[in-house]
């Protein structure tokens, strides 16, 4: 059974850190494009980070650049998305996507084959 799944979310102040991860099981990531993308209620889902397993390229949307990395751990079949100096609007449900065909500026991917139920991440301020 393929399941991709997310963890590590949880309530943080403002300037907090977080560590999600996203473990794949019953496939491996192999070539293809894994991002993290977030949505809050109301608005609409937004790509925050991928790596393009095709080219080993990585993105990140502008307002979390210089906060936020994401890394693999092929090992583990398990990306990772550290979140440092958080805001308030980085509240939302975040989860991960495997696909392929990265579109480097929105964060899309042409073809989504897998996604995971999500892990909150509330910060107040």
């Known amino acids: 059974e393929v399941q991709l799944v997310e963890s590590g979310g949880g309530s943080v102040q403002a300037g907090g850190s977080l560590r999600l991860s996203c473990t794949a099981s019953?496939?491996?990531?192999?070539?293809?494009?894994i991002g993290w993308f977030r949505q809050a209620p109301g608005l609409r889902r937004e790509g925050v980070a991928c790596?393009?397993?095709?080219?080993?390229?990585?993105y990140y949307t502008d307002s979390v650049k210089g906060r936020f990395t994401i890394s693999s751990d092929n090992a583990k079949n398990t990306v990772y998305l550290h979140m440092n100096n958080l805001k308030p609007e980085d509240t939302a449900n975040y989860y991960c996507?495997?696909?392929?065909?990265?579109?480097?500026?929105?964060?899309?991917?042409?073809?989504?084959?897998?996604r995971g139920q999500g892990t909150q991440v509330t910060v107040s301020s």
């Open positions: 996507v495997v696909g392929s065909g990265v579109h480097p500026t929105y964060l899309t991917f042409l073809t989504e084959k897998y």
């Open positions: 790596i393009d397993g095709y080219d080993n390229n990585i």
């Open positions: 019953g496939f491996t990531f192999g070539r293809y494009a």
